[in-house]
């Protein structure tokens, strides 16, 4: 695989003023590190209003300043937790349901096949979610979206998608194409994208190439394959 023929995340989204929140999964080029990342978005001062934080391997989002806090329910919630040998990556409170089935030896699809997309008409936000398998006998990921089927919110969407972790390729799924009223909903299969092998590279090209205006958070993780380590990198707009 020719890694240059794939697009940055730069390329996916430079110059858009709102592609949502999103997840990046995949493999670095060396083919030495499991990657993912997810950043957040907002338009609202609510959305705004929210800040990264690391508690142990997951990490969760709080309000930055408490006292502006509006309606919690689809902006506070954990987008990172881990469970055994799973990495479960997603942008709402279904990270809690996938987390609870792998516990009780089910799988991602049934937890997901539980949940629906956001109730906030007229975007209808889909949910958006990963899973990274460190496994011994290798590394793969899944990905998943829930979407509203017609601008009505009538009924649901379900869209998996299984990957084999290839060196210098990884998989970019985000809630929403580009800005609008009503937001126009991620269309498609996940884009494809390059994984650089230095953390910094890729904190650099998904932070710096972000809407100034309308980025909030990221957070990159690079797993050590062979040390079953990792090394992360945060960046919140409200420090």
């Known amino acids: 695989m020719d890694i240059y023929q794939i697009p940055s995340v730069a390329d996916r989204i430079r ?3 709102y592609v949502g ?9 060396d083919g030495g590190h499991a990657v993912f990342a997810y950043f957040i978005m907002g ?12 508690e142990g391997s997951d990490v969760v989002i709080h309000p930055f300043d408490a006292a502006k806090a509006g309606d919690p329910s689809l902006i506070i919630y954990s987008p990172v937790r881990t ?22 030896g089910k799988s991602f699809e049934e937890a997901l096949n539980t949940r629906c997309f956001e109730p906030d008409a007229p975007n209808f936000t889909p949910r958006i979610s990963a899973v990274l398998q460190l496994k011994d006998s290798g590394f793969s990921y899944k990905m998943n979206i829930l979407k509203s089927a ?8 379900r869209m998996n998608f299984a990957y084999p ?17 009503p937001i126009p909903t991620f269309c ?13 590279e890729l904190t650099d090209e998904i932070w710096n190439n972000l809407d100034e205006q309308n ?17 992360s990198r945060m960046i919140n707009k409200n420090r």
């Open 150 to 157: 017609d601008p009505e919110g009538s009924a649901c969407v």
């Open 215 to 231: 980025k909030i958070s990221l957070y990159v993780r690079y797993y050590d394959l062979s040390k079953g380590t990792y090394e």
């Open 83 to 104: 469970f055994g040998e799973n990495v479960i990556v997603t942008n709402g409170n279904q990270t809690d349901t996938v987390y609870d089935f792998l516990a009780a």
């Open 15 to 17: 110059g858009n003023s």
């Open 188 to 200: 498609g299969e996940p884009e494809r994208v390059a994984i650089p092998d230095s953390i910094d």
């Open 165 to 181: 972790a290839l060196p210098g390729l990884g998989h970019f799924l985000h809630t929403y194409l580009c800005d609008g009223n």
């Open 43 to 54: 338009r609202s001062e609510n959305s705004r209003n929210r800040i990264f934080l690391e």
């Open 21 to 29: 929140r999103g997840i990046i999964a995949g493999r670095s080029k």
